[in-house]
């Protein structure tokens, strides 16, 4: 499989990837340049959303030490700016 394959292939079947490509529905209540939080189809509680990067990692562990803290940068300030979505947060 050429390298190029190799690279698109995880991408194209990671859930996250789609959603933050576009090509996946979702209901987003933030987004910016690092990342992007839509609510869970699940809901296990009201507000239940899901915070990922936009850049692909495979686990928690791959993700560098910079995305991660623009991630939840962009996750206080969702949860601070007095939306419904900070009661479901803490609920
Ligand atoms: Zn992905």
């Known amino acids: 499989m050429p390298a190029r394959c190799a690279v698109i292939m995880p991408l194209m079947s990671c859930i996250f990837c789609r ?23 699940a809901q296990a509680t009201k507000g239940h959303a899901l915070v990922v990067p936009r850049a692909h990692h495979r ?3 791959e993700i560098p030490v910079e995305t991660a803290a623009h991630v939840m940068c962009g996750l206080r300030s969702r ?9 479901g947060l803490l609920a």
């Open 19 to 41: 959603i933050v490509a576009g090509t996946e529905p979702s209901q987003t209540i933030h987004e910016d340049e690092h990342a992007i939080a839509f609510l869970d189809v």
């Open 59 to 61: 686990d928690l562990g």
């Open 79 to 87: 949860c601070l700016d007095g939306s419904s979505a900070r009661s």
